[in-house]
C-alpha cells in the first residue's frame, strides 16, 4: 500500500457560480467555517484546537443538534471534535437538497469526500440535467470522472475527463488553468490505469504550463512536480524521480510548512522513492515525520494516516526490524475497507 501522488483538484475551475471573486457562499447549517472564495480550506488549528470535544461532552448531530435518540451517528468524513458526528439521514438529506454543488460529493468542513455511491448519484444526475439543456461543463464533467475514479471506476472516468479537455483545449486554449487541471487529471488516471507511457507526456504538459504560468514555487507547480515524480517513479526511473521530489518537498517546506497536507505528501513520495531504492536509512525518518504529523493533524482513522502507518511498517519490515514493524502492520490491518476506492492525498482545495 502505498500514497499516490497529490493531485491538482477541480476546485480550480471557476464558473459561475463557483468563481473566486463572489463574495458569499452557502454554509453548511450551524458549523459551517470556510475561508472566503473559491479556494476553500479549513486550517487545521480550527479542525483540532477550536471544536475539540472532552471524554464526557456528549455526541450530538451537526446539523440537526440532536442525540443519538434521532438515529446513529456517524463520522463520515475527516472532521474532528464535536463537528465529526451526524445522523446518516441528516447528511443524505443535506447532500440530496443543498444548493451548495460541493454538498453532492464532499464535506464543507474538512473537504474530505465522502466517496460513496449517492456521490456519483448526485453528480451524474446533475451532467444529465446539464446535457439535456445542451449546457454540458467541463467543470461537471471533471467532477464526476474523479469521483469516478476515486471509487476504482477508471473505465467510466476516461471518457468523461478526455471530454473534458477536448472542451477546455478548444474553449480556453492550452494554458488556460482549466486546461492544465483537465491535462493533470487526465494524466494521472491514466497512470493509475497503468499507462504509464500515454500518462508522461501529458504529465510532463501539465509541469511546463505550470512553470511557464505560475512559477517554480506556486502550490500548483509543487503539485505537478509531484505528480511527474511519482510517476517516473512508477516506471522505475529514480533517477529522473528524485530531483523533483525532492523540489517538491524543499519548496513545500519552505513556502506552506511542514504541517501542511501537500508538504506531508511530498513526504511520503520522497519517502516511499528511497524505499524503492532500498535506501532504507533515508527513508525511514521521513516516513517517520509523515506518520506523526498524520496522526496529529488528521487523526487515527483518516485513510490517509492508514496509509502512512502501512508504509513506515514495510520499510521497517524491510529493514530486517521485526519487533517495530508488527505493530504498525497490525494496526494498518484495522483500516476500514475501501473496496476498489483508493484514498489519496489531495489539494486541500480539492
Not at 62 to 78: F, K, N, S, T, W
Not at 117 to 136: C, G, W, Y
Not at 289 to 303: C, D, I, K, M, V
Amino acid at each position: 500500500m502505498g500514497w499516490l501522488s497529490c493531485k491538482i483538484r477541480q476546485a480550480h475551475r471557476c464558473t459561475a457560480t463557483t468563481c473566486a471573486c463572489r463574495e458569499e457562499e452557502e454554509e453548511e447549517p450551524a458549523t459551517a467555517e470556510k475561508r472566503e472564495g473559491r479556494e476553500v480550506e479549513v486550517e487545521e488549528e480550527k479542525v483540532v484546537d477550536e471544536v475539540e470535544e472532552t471524554e464526557e461532552e456528549e455526541k450530538r448531530c451537526r446539523l440537526c443538534l440532536e442525540g443519538e435518540e434521532d438515529g446513529p451517528l456517524v463520522q463520515p468524513c475527516a472532521c474532528r471534535g464535536s463537528i465529526k458526528w451526524i445522523h446518516e439521514h441528516c447528511l443524505t438529506k443535506w447532500r440530496c437538497t443543498s444548493t451548495n454543488e460541493d454538498a453532492a460529493y464532499r464535506c464543507g468542513q474538512c473537504m474530505d469526500e465522502y466517496r460513496d455511491a449517492l456521490s456519483i448519484e448526485l453528480l451524474s444526475a446533475r451532467l444529465q440535467a446539464e446535457r439535456a439543456k445542451e449546457q454540458t461543463s467541463s467543470f461537471t464533467l471533471d467532477i464526476l470522472a474523479q469521483e469516478l475514479q476515486t471509487q476504482g471506476k477508471y473505465g467510466e472516468a476516461e471518457p468523461l475527463y478526455r471530454e473534458a479537455l477536448k472542451m477546455d483545449r478548444e474553449t480556453l486554449g492550452t494554458r488556460h488553468p482549466n486546461t492544465l487541471i483537465a491535462i493533470n487529471n487526465l494524466g494521472q488516471l491514466l497512470q493509475v490505469k497503468g499507462n504509464l507511457a500515454a500518462a508522461e507526456p501529458l504529465l510532463n504538459e501539465a509541469l511546463g504550463g505550470r512553470r511557464e504560468t505560475l512559477g517554480d514555487r506556486h502550490p500548483e507547480t509543487l503539485i505537478a512536480i509531484c505528480n511527474l515524480g511519482t510517476l517516473l517513479k512508477s516506471q522505475g526511473n529514480f533517477a529522473a524521480a528524485e530531483p523533483l521530489l525532492r523540489e517538491a518537498l524543499t519548496v513545500s517546506r519552505e513556502m506552506l510548512g511542514s504541517r501542511h497536507p501537500h508538504t506531508l505528501a511530498s513526504i511520503n513520495n520522497l519517502g516511499n522513492l528511497l524505499h524503492a531504492k532500498d535506501d532504507f536509512t533515508a527513508a525511514e525518518p521521513l516516513l517517520r515525520e509523515a506518520l506523526a504529523l498524520s496522526r496529529e493533524t488528521l487523526g487515527n482513522r483518516h485513510p490517509n494516516t492508514f496509509i502512512s502507518i502501512s508504509n513506515l511498517g514495510t520499510v521497517l519490515k524491510a529493514k530486517g526490524d521485526l519487533a517495530a514493524a508488527e505493530p504498525l502492520l497490525r494496526e494498518a490491518l484495522l483500516a476500514p475497507s475501501w473496496g476498489s476506492t483508493t484514498p489519496y492525498w489531495g489539494w486541500s482545495c480539492a
